[in-house]
């Protein structure tokens, strides 16, 4: 007996909006699967954005231990760094498996660039710019190009004409399933893991044609949902048949939430009016041109803030002593912040209360977790709140997990959860 | 270079290659002694390379070429360390050079510096290379300020000391943008041949040739680092020493940040950033 596993990650996609496409009938497969097996809702760690999830995901354990805390980080200069695949701190569950001599499948795991050594084929995720560097073995790189594969819809293409969103998304679509089902027949297998991340850019760029019941984009929205479905279906079917008897393991995801956004707030901006960061030019573009001597607290993508503390920065200015007095004072500004009458966070996260191992160190001082609606930003601007081309926004909670085939398991409660139960799947006596 | 002409050199058994090498630096070494220079980064290629050259000039009793350290302002300490330490064990005589009018406002990464601010020379060389805008972002990887941190000063020390033969230790494996490159190849500003005489050397051929001449390295390679370049935007690539991992089907510039301007290009689509 051989046992496999399919996982498909479906990015951006809540438990809330999957079970009511579920009921209205858009996503008929995916509904049967969940009435015979397991579904529900989990959370991902904080912040909740697509390359600190996914490494959760893949590594099974929280940012404090694999050391990602978002798409871009700070170094002790100060300047803006991107983390990347190689800087993930713990090992993959691709990388236990392969210890097992099991050999994993992986497509558009997003966080995954540049690729490594790696036990089986990955194809890396967004942020990916390089083909070249995002796929391993390198040989089959051409056989990708042949396919006309790319890692993300041309998202500068979009924000030029919106008219082609839909356009691009089932482009990619197409060629993602084909280049999964190619590699499912051809390669050798045991963890076979798809990542759709057209979800998450529809939910950006047009989360108003689900949340508003008249937007005139509402049927492209659910008939994108329904081509999901159907060509989940063919991928899982071929699966299922060519298992036979032996046992299997279907698991579904999603890496956070999504919730209409109402405001964009830039989190730099309330800090600088308040007086706790400076810049050294009067325009700044980036973080990095913040002046050190003079900065007390400064923050990055999604609502994450930290302190320019003496200890952690070349040039920071607070000393730990001052740091916990200075945390109060901020925590305090952010949970007074008001929009239009509404509390704009109703929780602000110490870095003791989130972050306990061996990364923690790298972790921000505060994380800020906003009411539905409003979406902290890391971005410069002169104004607090704004609202920009993007309709929709993360959350934390309302994550979906679906589990069907062979496997006995507890629910998931967050997103950390589900590399063990592929682990235990593996390692059950057959 | 055509692709038949690389698969030939390719071919070559490590003796053969290392003697051909050894032709160029010769024919270089040959035609103006005094007006040869070899650029050394403290890499394994240009370590490579120089090591070369020392055999060459020992047995055709030259003098040793000048060697040319770029300092770039982002150097990694273990790197500095080995170029010091080879420098006295190896009697070299090295010029460290660097654009002055920039390191010396001890920059950091990343820092906005007023473009007015710099010397009219800095200014002219970014207005050659089409940068207008008012602010100049120290990173020594990035286009406009590689071309600051480094060609800027390489082609000045060029110039002042009548370099006609720059030794460099490229190679065609190392990356795509490699593969047209000749061994001998002429430039114009200033005037003089650049050599690549290890060029068809394989990234494998590089460590079989440190490990079997039992040559100095310098120690990132063993914590897993393959190819070396600015401190901020270099990391290893495996937790293994470089000549341990997959050389032959993994990239030793993948641990190079380069691509650093379409992350955030992409990024920003997405409105982080």
Redesign the interface.
């Known amino acids: 007996m051989k046992q496999k596993a399919l996982v498909i990650g479906l990015d951006g996609v809540p438990y809330s909006m999957l079970s009511a496409l579920m009921q209205q009938g858009a996503m008929p497969y995916l509904h049967n699967l969940a009435k015979h097996g397991a579904f529900g809702a989990m959370e991902v760690p904080l912040p909740p954005i697509s390359s600190v999830s996914w490494t959760s995901f893949a590594t099974g354990k929280s940012p404090c231990h694999h050391g990602i805390y978002g798409f871009t980080d700070i170094s002790s200069t100060h300047s803006l760094v991107f983390p990347t695949f190689l800087d993930v701190r713990c090992r993959t569950l691709f990388d236990a498996l392969g210890t097992m001599g099991k050999r994993s499948v992986v497509i558009n795991l997003p966080a995954t660039y540049p690729v490594r050594d790696f036990p089986g084929v990955l194809i890396s995720g967004f942020v990916a710019p390089d083909l070249a560097r995002a796929v391993h073995p390198p040989a089959m790189l051409p056989t990708l190009q042949r396919l006309g594969y790319r890692v993300d819809v041309d998202l500068t293409r979009i924000r030029s004409d919106p008219e082609l969103l839909y356009e691009e998304l089932y482009d990619i679509l197409t060629t993602r399933i084909h280049t999964a089902e190619l590699l499912m027949n051809n390669e050798p297998w045991d963890l076979f893991c798809l990542v759709i991340t057209g979800t998450d850019r529809l939910h950006h760029y047009d989360f108003e044609a689900w949340t508003n019941s008249q937007s005139r984009n509402r049927s492209k929205f659910i008939s994108y949902y329904n081509a999901i479905d159907s060509n989940i279906q063919r991928i899982c079917d071929s699966f299922i048949t060519q298992q036979g008897s032996d046992p299997y393991l279907l698991l579904f995801l999603s890496d956070h939430g999504f919730t209409q956004l109402d405001a964009e707030v830039y989190c730099n901006a309330l800090l600088q009016q308040h007086g706790y960061l400076t810049f050294l030019h009067d325009s700044p573009k980036m973080i990095s041109q913040l002046a050190p001597a003079t900065t007390k607290a400064f923050a990055l993508d999604p609502g994450r803030i930290y302190v320019n503390r003496s200890d952690r920065f070349q040039h920071g200015c607070v000393s730990p002593q001052d740091v916990p007095a200075l945390c109060d004072r901020l925590a305090q500004l952010f949970l007074d912040l008001q929009c239009e009458g509404k509390q704009v966070f109703q929780a602000v996260k110490r870095r003791e209360e989130l972050y306990t191992g061996p990364c923690a160190q790298f972790a921000p001082d505060l994380v800020l977790l906003p009411h539905r609606g409003f979406d902290p930003k890391g971005a410069l601007s002169d104004v607090v709140f704004k609202k920009g081309h993007l309709t929709g926004m993360h959350t934390h909670d309302d994550a979906f997990w679906l589990c069907a085939g062979s496997a006995e398991f507890d629910p998931p409660q967050t997103i950390l959860d589900c590399s063990g139960i592929l682990t235990s799947f593996f390692m059950q006596e057959r | 270079m055509d692709a038949a002409t690389r698969t030939q050199h390719w071919a070559l058994s490590l003796a053969e290659k290392c003697s051909l090498a050894k032709q160029y630096i010769l024919e270089a070494l040959a035609n103006a002694p005094s007006r040869v220079a070899l650029g050394w980064t403290g890499g394994k290629d240009s370590t490579v390379l120089l090591w070369l050259t020392r055999e060459v000039c020992h047995e055709a009793n030259l003098p040793m070429p000048q060697c040319v350290y770029i300092d770039d302002g982002d150097v990694f300490p273990e790197i500095d360390f080995f170029v010091r330490s080879t420098t006295s064990a190896w009697g070299l005589d090295v010029a460290i050079i660097r654009n002055e009018d920039l390191l010396f406002r001890q920059p950091?990464?990343?820092?906005?510096i007023?473009v007015t601010a710099l010397s009219s020379t800095n200014q002219l060389q970014l207005q050659a290379i089409g940068y207008h805008d008012s602010?100049f972002?120290f990173?020594p990887e990035s286009f406009a300020g590689s071309h600051l941190t480094k060609t800027v000063p390489l082609l000045q020390y060029l110039s002042q000391h009548f370099i006609s033969h720059f030794l460099v230790g490229i190679r065609w494996d190392e990356q795509?943008q490699r593969l047209g490159e000749e061994f001998n190849s002429l430039r114009d500003n200033p005037p003089h041949t650049r050599v690549h005489p290890i060029l068809h050397f394989r990234e494998r051929d590089i460590w079989d040739l440190i490990h079997g001449e039992r040559l100095p390295f310098c120690e990132l390679y063993r914590q897993g680092y393959r190819s070396l370049g600015a401190r901020?935007t270099t990391?290893?690539?495996?937790a293994v020493p470089a000549w341990e991992?997959?050389l032959e089907?993994?990239?030793e510039r993948?641990?190079r940040?380069q691509?650093?301007e379409?992350?955030?290009?992409?990024?920003r689509?997405?409105?982080?950033?």
């Open positions: 950091r990464i990343g820092e906005a007023d602010v972002y990173e795509e901020s990391r290893p690539l495996a991992q997959d089907h993994t990239s993948q641990g940040g691509d650093k379409a992350v955030m290009e992409q990024l689509s997405l409105g982080y950033m």
